[in-house]
């Protein structure tokens, strides 16, 4: 698909084989909407549609501030991935092609490269099939290569480095466990938290384990949130003792404004769309042709934003988000 000059945001609903299903749409002014489907036990399917326009808007703006010719998707599913049916993975298969290609799914929470699979026996607009079968596989270590890129970028603008500064990581699913790995070859001193005893049992002896409540609060210099979204309240940040935030997980901010008072308290917040956008352009270097080392070279874009947000936010006096924003809404100008 082509990109188009009239895109608006747009939810598509379909309900079919026992489950509820969502694409929003956000923008394809660049090019087609591609982002992951998540396949969850939300509490309402209200919460789920408001989850998906969420995460599409974010991926419009990690796709545009990384430059990619790609618009901003996302897909929820409203049901259990443990129970999950070849079935209902058809039903949301011929979804995701009813949209011609204005729409391509990707794996994300919930969702395997095992299920993308069976999702491309009803769809072409697929990406991620595991590697035996030719695909690219999960992007979950992209990501965390392009969270490291970003907060050696930013430890860097602060006069430090990886080695030996200390990062908590909120959140050790597919992305928190490699970014881990790669702070720990850096040599960094990581302190981690998660509510799944079983990933915190996983990790390597180095790792202090901290509890869910208390990560927030851990002396640092790095906090990485790579979990749930909206962490970062009004309330949340006066417990904070980090000199940056840095992460994977999408919209850990409750509202635009919690970037203005991280930033009037000195501590730097590294935009999420900015820092994890190396899933997303894994997925578009190998839609390409490209492969893995094709992506490690794309993801020096990463830190080249961070540098570019950064010089904005010093020039016009404004906070990193805030910045990033700007060159975001120049490029969907384009």
Same mark, same amino acid.
């Given at each position: 698909?082509?990109?188009?000059?009239?895109?608006?945001?747009?939810?598509?609903?379909?309900?079919?084989?026992?489950?509820?299903?969502? =694409?929003?749409?956000?923008?394809?002014?660049?090019?087609?909407?591609?982002?992951?489907?998540?396949?969850?036990?939300?509490?309402?399917?209200? !919460?789920? &549609?408001?989850?998906?326009?969420?995460?599409?808007?974010?991926?419009?703006?990690?796709?545009?501030?990384?430059?990619?010719?790609?618009?901003?998707?996302?897909?929820?599913?409203?049901?259990?991935?443990?129970?999950?049916?070849?079935?209902?993975?058809?039903?949301?298969?011929? @979804?995701? $092609?009813?949209?011609?290609?204005?729409?391509?799914?990707?794996?994300?929470?919930?969702?395997?490269?095992?299920?993308?699979?069976? =999702?491309?026996?009803?769809?072409?607009?697929?990406? +991620?099939?595991?590697?035996?079968?030719?695909?690219? +596989?999960?992007?979950?270590?992209?990501?965390?290569?392009?969270? @490291?890129?970003?907060?050696?970028?930013?430890?860097?603008?602060?006069?430090?480095?990886?080695?030996?500064?200390?990062?908590?990581? &909120?959140?050790?699913?597919?992305?928190?466990?490699?970014?881990?790995?790669?702070? /720990?070859?850096?040599?960094?001193?990581?302190?981690?938290?998660?509510?799944? !005893? !079983? &990933?915190?049992? %996983?990790?390597?002896?180095?790792?202090?384990?901290?509890?869910?409540?208390?990560?927030?609060?851990?002396?640092?210099?790095?906090?990485?949130?790579?979990?749930?979204? %909206?962490?970062?309240?009004?309330?949340? *940040?006066?417990?904070?003792?980090?000199?940056?935030?840095?992460?994977?997980?999408?919209?850990?901010?409750?509202?635009?404004?919690?970037?203005?008072? /991280?930033?009037?308290?000195?501590?730097? @917040?590294?935009?999420?769309?900015?820092?994890?956008?190396?899933?997303?352009?894994?997925?578009?270097?190998?839609?390409? +042709?490209? $492969?893995?080392? $094709?992506?490690?070279?794309?993801?020096? /874009?990463?830190?080249?934003?961070?540098?570019?947000?950064?010089?904005?936010?010093?020039?016009?006096?404004?906070?990193?988000?805030?910045?990033?924003?700007?060159? *975001?809404?120049?490029?969907?100008?384009?």
């Amino acid at each position: 698909m082509s990109k188009r000059e009239d895109s608006e945001p747009v939810v598509h609903i379909r309900r079919a084989a026992g489950v509820t299903m969502f =694409i929003a749409v956000n923008s394809t002014l660049r090019g087609p909407a591609l982002g992951g489907c998540r396949w969850l036990p939300y509490e309402s399917e209200a !919460a789920a &549609q408001c989850e998906a326009e969420q995460l599409a808007a974010a991926m419009t703006r990690k796709a545009a501030l990384a430059d990619l010719p790609l618009g901003g998707g996302k897909a929820v599913v409203v049901g259990d991935p443990q129970n999950r049916s070849r079935e209902q993975l058809h039903a949301f298969g011929s @979804f995701v $092609d009813s949209l011609r290609g204005a729409y391509i799914t990707a794996e994300d929470m919930g969702t395997t490269p095992e299920a993308m699979s069976v =999702i491309a026996e009803r769809t072409s607009h697929v990406i +991620g099939l595991p590697v035996s079968e030719g695909g690219c +596989g999960d992007p979950s270590p992209h990501t965390a290569v392009g969270v @490291f890129l970003a907060i050696d970028a930013a430890l860097n603008h602060v006069g430090r480095s990886v080695a030996d500064a200390r990062v908590a990581v &909120q959140g050790v699913g597919a992305v928190g466990r490699a970014l881990v790995d790669e702070l /720990l070859r850096a040599g960094a001193r990581v302190s981690a938290a998660d509510p799944d !005893a !079983a &990933q915190l049992a %996983s990790l390597p002896k180095e790792v202090t384990r901290v509890g869910v409540e208390e990560i927030l609060s851990v002396a640092c210099d790095v906090l990485a949130p790579c979990g749930p979204p %909206s962490v970062l309240t009004r309330e949340s *940040i006066d417990r904070l003792r980090c000199e940056l935030v840095c992460g994977a997980a999408n919209n850990p901010l409750a509202g635009p404004e919690i970037a203005t008072e /991280l930033d009037k308290r000195g501590i730097l @917040f590294v935009p999420d769309f900015l820092a994890n956008a190396g899933g997303l352009i894994h997925l578009l270097v190998a839609r390409e +042709g490209g $492969d893995a080392s $094709d992506t490690r070279k794309r993801l020096e /874009l990463i830190p080249k934003n961070f540098v570019r947000v950064m010089e904005i936010a010093r020039a016009e006096r404004i906070d990193p988000l805030a910045a990033a924003e700007r060159v *975001i809404a120049e490029r969907l100008r384009r």
